[in-house]
């Protein structure tokens, strides 16, 4: 079964609408009742309710006055605001500019030990150079519609990763072979990040293992990119949003993918055998 990184934040927008309808209800209150009291349509109440609909702050200290428990408010505004970050989506996410979203997530790198990170199409972003990710993010802004602020993102992605040579951090990056040849950015910035991976894949911290196209049976499918830190939280990279998931449940769920695919992964002389192929590979286009 296809795993669902939507689910942490519908079930948590879920336990939000499960809150409301019972306070509605401890009121005794009906969807019109409560509508009218609040000046809303009953179908809106209907579609908080459902967790169709995401209800503002506003909405919820209007629910929490007519249901007579205001001081429900507060908690309930926190409770929603928490689902709501748990998906993300990029046109969100990226209204200060691409290298804010780089900067916005520095203090969370520098308190994780543990970095564990899957990527099927991309050199993981711990690991790339800057030319490599001024052309990525330079193709992302495009193809968004986003001011090109790629250059100044990479640097700052670049500056970013810098956390993995402090001391008590560990990297545990996989990727899929074919990743190290789709090209972004000409071929000099391309070869300039395969040689990195040499590099990086040499420091005490990080740990870089590519699974061979040819590994077979594979145990486990190509699936999405995903990051996991420490134990407490998966990243899940979508197309159109990012997805934090935070229960442990479905954290366990990724945790037991990237076990799988890091067992089909081949590391060391073997790993950097795959890199240099592909750089030979660029030599000869």
Sequence with gaps: MPISPSSSAQAA???????????????????????SACGWHHSKTSRIENAR???SARDIR??????????AALDLIAQSANAESLYNEWRHQVKGGLKRLQESWVQFFQETQL????SSTLVPGLLQTE???????????AFRGYPDGGLE???????????????GRRAVLIVEEAALYYRMGDPAAMAAQLGY?????????????????SVGPRSMWPIETFHVYDDTLVSVELMSAQVNITQPSEIEVYLKAFEQLRSMAVYGARARSLVVKAIEALDQE
Excluded: M, N
């Design 53 to 55: 609909t995401a209800p």
């Design 153 to 167: 993102a990479a640097k700052a992605r670049v500056e970013r990763s810098r956390v993995i040579h402090d001391s």
């Design 115 to 118: 970095f564990r990170i899957y």
């Design 131 to 141: 030319g490599y990710a001024g052309a990525l993010l330079s193709t992302i802004a």
């Design 13 to 35: 927008r879920e336990a939000v609408a499960a809150r409301l309808r019972d306070l509605r209800k401890g009121a005794g209150l009906t969807l019109a009742e409560l509508a």
């Design 197 to 213: 991976l040499l590099t990086a894949g040499a420091l005490p911290a990080v740990s870089l293992g590519v699974i061979p196209t």
């Design 62 to 71: 209007h629910w929490c006055d007519a249901c007579g428990v205001p001081e």
